[in-house]
């Protein structure tokens, strides 16, 4: 998928947003363990900023988030769609969009940041008003976590 936002379509901009996910594992009296469900990546902190361009020079689009997972992150894609389109994009669909690039900070941890530049010309086609951002997070054991509102922001004119 290209850099660039589209649109009418599903395949717009892109970014990132959170919720958390986990499981605890827990030793009876008998000394046996029993696992909760399996651990599956946890975003957040997600926040999606747009800066309109101004002045002839580009703006800008750019998602932020906190990546977790006990077998440590693989990629977080990110997809931004505009709230009036109705899209309702699926987990199938942001797995082909871009990846924020993600930056460890411990072994089960990673910052992971989307930025996308936005021309005059791109921004004059978006439309206005609040935009959602989905997101895929994939963990390195293939554990995986979708989320189809991580965050919002608005396009103004």
Do not use: H, Q
């Not at 290209?2 to 605890?24: D, E, M, N």
């Amino acid at each position: 998928m290209s850099k660039r936002i589209v649109v009418p379509s599903l395949a717009g901009a892109v970014a990132l947003g959170g919720i958390a996910i986990g499981g605890i594992a827990w030793a009876g009296p008998s000394g046996a363990a029993s696992t909760a469900a399996p651990v599956k990546p946890a975003v957040e902190n997600g926040a999606a900023r747009y800066v309109a361009p101004a002045g002839g020079a580009a703006g800008s689009l750019t998602f932020t988030a906190k990546v977790t997972d006990d077998s440590g992150v693989r990629s977080l894609k990110v997809l931004a769609w505009p709230k009036s389109s109705d899209l309702k994009p699926t987990a199938a669909e942001v797995a082909t969009a871009e990846s924020a690039t993600c930056e460890k900070s411990s072994a089960r941890t990673s910052a992971c940041t989307y930025t996308l530049k936005v021309t005059p010309k791109e921004a004059a086609e978006l439309p206005e008003g609040v935009w959602n951002v989905s997101v895929l997070a994939t963990a390195e054991d293939g554990d995986a976590t979708f989320v189809p509102e991580a965050a919002a922001f608005s396009v103004p004119r």
